[in-house]
C-alpha cells in the first residue's frame, strides 16, 4: 500500500483570465508542494489536448509526464452541464470534474460534442440539454467511453455547484435521474469541508476529494486543497479505485470561511453600498440585500444548513485546515506579497529541511524539525496553523476572501 497526494482539477491558460502556464513550472511545483499527481486542465479543448499531446509521454497506465521527471498529470477538464428541470424556473447550471484514462477517450467525448452540437471552444464547455432525460443519456454516452471515465461533481455548494444556491436543488435524483449511482465522488470546493458536507443526505456515503481548482502554478495556488489517496501503485486505474471505493487517507482543506462565497452578503464596491454587509446567520428570507434591494446569493455555510439532517450520524473522515506555506511566511513576516524574495527564500529555507510542503504539515515534531534562520513570528504562525488555530474574520462573501487571523 502506498498513498498518493493528488490534486485532480485545474485549468490552464485557456480558461480565460490568465496567461500561458507552461508545464515546466506546474511541475516544479508540484515537487515543492508534494503533490505527485496533478489534473490536466482543460484537456477537452483540442489545443490544449494537443500541447498535452506533444509535451507529455505516458510513464504509468493511464498517467503522462514530461521529460526525465517522476510526476504525473492526469487527463481532466471541467464541464458544465446545463438542463431544464421541470418546476424550476431557470435552465440547472452544474460544474463537473471530468478524468480521462487516455487520450483515445478525450477524443471521443470530443466527438461526442460534436455530435451535440456543442461548442468546445473554452476551457471550460457548456454541454447543454433540455430535458433531464436527455441530459441523462448524454452523461450514459460520456460514461460509455471507457468504464475508467469519471465524472465528479464540482465544488457542490458554491453558487455553480450541483447543490448550490443558484439551483436550489433538494435531490441529486432530479438532475442525474438513473445515473447517480455512477457519481462516487464530490468536490468539497473552497468554501466547504467534509464536516460540512456529511450530513447531507445524499453526499454522507460518497468520497470526497478535495482539489486546488488552481489557474495559476504558483506555490499558493497549486495544491492549495489537496486529497491523500490510499492506494497499491500510482496508475490511472487504481487512483480512480481509490475514488470509487472512498480510500481517502485525508483531505487537506481551505478553512470554509475563507471560501469566496462562504456567508451571504454584498461587497462594500456594489451600488450604493458604502460598506460591506454580510449575514452569519438569519439572512433575509428574500434574500434582498437591505441596503441596495438587489438579490444576494445564499452562503454556502446557510445553503448547507439548509439541507443537513441532524439525525445523520457522519462517516469519521480526516481533514485538516491548511493556508499555503507562502502565505503563512507573508502573514508571519506582515508582507502582503507572498512572491517578494523575503517570502520565497524564507519558503525555500524550510524546503531544505523537508521533502516538501506536505510532508511540513506532516510532520508530527514540526517544532523540533523547523530549521534555524527561520524569524520567530513565522515559526509562530506555522505551528499554529498546523494546529488548526487560525481563522477569517470577516469570513468570505460575495466573491471576495476572508481575511485571514492567525494565532
Known amino acids: 500500500m502506498m498513498q498518493l497526494a493528488v490534486d485532480l482539477h485545474s485549468h490552464s491558460g485557456y480558461a480565460g483570465g490568465v496567461g500561458q502556464i507552461p508545464l515546466e513550472a506546474v511541475a516544479q511545483t508540484m515537487h515543492q508542494k508534494g503533490i505527485h499527481v496533478f489534473g490536466s486542465g482543460d484537456c477537452l479543448l483540442p489545443a490544449r489536448m494537443q500541447e498535452l499531446q506533444s509535451a507529455l509521454h505516458q510513464t504509468a497506465e493511464g498517467l503522462f509526464s514530461l521529460p526525465r521527471d517522476d510526476r504525473y498529470f492526469l487527463l481532466q477538464t471541467e464541464v458544465i452541464f446545463s438542463t431544464r428541470l421541470p418546476g424550476y424556473r431557470n435552465k440547472t447550471i452544474a460544474h463537473h470534474v471530468v478524468l480521462f484514462p487516455h487520450f483515445a477517450a478525450v477524443e471521443a467525448m470530443q466527438k461526442l460534442m460534436q455530435k451535440w452540437g456543442m461548442k468546445n471552444t473554452i476551457g471550460r464547455p457548456f454541454i447543454t440539454s433540455n ?61 466547504a469541508d467534509p464536516a460540512m458536507l456529511a450530513r447531507i443526505p445524499d453526499l454522507a456515503q460518497l468520497t470526497f476529494l478535495s482539489n486546488s481548482d488552481c489557474h495559476s502554478a504558483a506555490l499558493n495556488r497549486i495544491g492549495r486543497e489537496f486529497t491523500i489517496l490510499d492506494t497499491t501503485a500510482a496508475t490511472y ?23 469566496r462565497y462562504f456567508l451571504t452578503g454584498h461587497r462594500a464596491n456594489r451600488p450604493h453600498h458604502k460598506h460591506p454587509l454580510w449575514f452569519d446567520q438569519h439572512p433575509p428570507e428574500d434574500l434582498r440585500c437591505p441596503v441596495c434591494h438587489k438579490p444576494m446569493l445564499l452562503g454556502v455555510k446557510q445553503r448547507a444548513q439548509q439541507l443537513s439532517d441532524s439525525s445523520i450520524i457522519p462517516h469519521k473522515r480526516q481533514f485538516m485546515h491548511l493556508i499555503p506555506l507562502v502565505e503563512v511566511i507573508a502573514h508571519g513576516l506582515g508582507i502582503k506579497s507572498v512572491t517578494s524574495q523575503k517570502v520565497v527564500a524564507l519558503f525555500q529555507t524550510l524546503m531544505s529541511s523537508f ?8 510532520h508530527p515534531r514540526l517544532a523540533d524539525a523547523l530549521p534555524s534562520g527561520i524569524p520567530d513570528t513565522v515559526i509562530q504562525c506555522i505551528l499554529a496553523v498546523q494546529k488548526n488555530r487560525f481563522t477569517f474574520s470577516p469570513a468570505g462573501f460575495d466573491g471576495t476572501y476572508g481575511i485571514l487571523h492567525i494565532g
Open 131 to 191: 430535458s433531464q432525460k436527455e441530459l441523462e443519456d448524454q452523461l450514459w454516452a460520456i460514461a460509455a467511453i471507457d468504464p475508467a471515465m469519471e465524472i465528479i461533481p464540482a465544488h457542490v455548494l458554491t453558487p455553480d455547484g450541483i447543490y448550490g444556491s443558484k439551483n436550489n436543488l433538494s435531490e441529486l435524483t432530479e438532475f442525474y435521474g438513473n445515473f447517480l449511482p455512477r457519481i462516487h465522488a464530490v468536490e468539497t470546493g473552497l468554501s
Open 237 to 259: 486505474p487504481t487512483i480512480i479505485a481509490a475514488i470509487r471505493n472512498n480510500a481517502v487517507a485525508m483531505t487537506a482543506e481551505f478553512n470554509p470561511a475563507e471560501g
Open 355 to 362: 521533502p516538501s510542503e506536505i510532508a511540513l504539515w506532516q
